[in-house]
């Protein structure tokens, strides 16, 4: 249990039947009346972000959240498999508790697999990723408009905007954070 007076960004708490992670917190002392503790929290389950006012001095229970390091092996119908470094055990996630991240799954990817109480709650990426562009446009010549960008394919099948130079079996680094192109590797 922790008081609310003691929430900070990062702490993740059991709210509700739900998991949520504090993502910034901010204490009011009105003129009247007691103290309040105004939280954003994500929901570790769904990912939607809500504000949640507590009063000062509740107790609120936290959430242990276990992260493993694990290697994404593959992904077969709609299942990703991937192995734990160190006991090689396998685990298998369906498409809908990858979500999104799949667009940056690579094989070999080293990646946290976060968990609740034996419940999987998701993926942690690296912060960036190397890509290898298979398919893209060739750059037509005398179009060098500023921080021109046209689209290009990855290995792993999403989408990026890329520099005009970028050419067809080049490896770029993409941003898992919001899925842009960072540099070339």
Same mark, same amino acid.
């Given at each position: 249990m922790i008081n609310t007076n003691d929430l900070k960004n990062g702490i993740t708490i059991e709210f509700d039947g739900n998991i949520f992670v504090v993502l910034n917190t901010e204490h009011v002392k009105p003129g009247k009346g007691a103290a309040i503790v105004k939280a954003k929290l994500k929901n570790l389950r769904t990912g939607a972000i809500f504000e949640q006012t507590f009063n000062a001095g509740i107790k609120v229970a936290t959430a242990r959240i276990e992260k493993q390091l694990m290697q994404y092996l593959y992904n077969m119908n709609d299942v990703y498999y991937f192995m734990n470094m160190d006991s090689y055990?396998?685990?298998?996630?369906?498409?809908?508790?990858?979500?999104?991240?799949?667009?940056? %799954?690579?094989?070999?990817? &080293?990646?946290?697999? @976060?968990?609740? $109480?034996?419940? *999987?709650? =998701?993926?942690? %990426?690296?912060?960036?990723? &190397?890509?290898?562009? @298979?398919?893209? $446009?060739?750059? *037509?010549? =005398?179009?060098?408009?500023?921080?021109?960008?046209?689209?290009?394919?990855?290995?792993?099948?999403?989408n990026v905007r890329v520099p005009l130079f970028i050419e067809e079996g080049e490896t770029i680094i993409v941003s898992t954070a919001d899925g842009k192109y960072v540099s070339r590797a």
């Open positions: 055990e396998q685990l298998e996630l369906a498409k809908s508790s990858v979500g999104d991240d799949a667009n940056f %799954l690579k094989e070999n990817l &080293e990646v946290y697999i @976060t968990s609740y $109480e034996g419940e *999987v709650l =998701g993926l942690q %990426l690296p912060d960036k990723v &190397e890509l290898v562009v @298979t398919h893209t $446009e060739p750059a *037509v010549k =005398g179009n060098t408009t500023n921080n021109a960008l046209k689209d290009a394919e990855v290995e792993t099948g999403m």
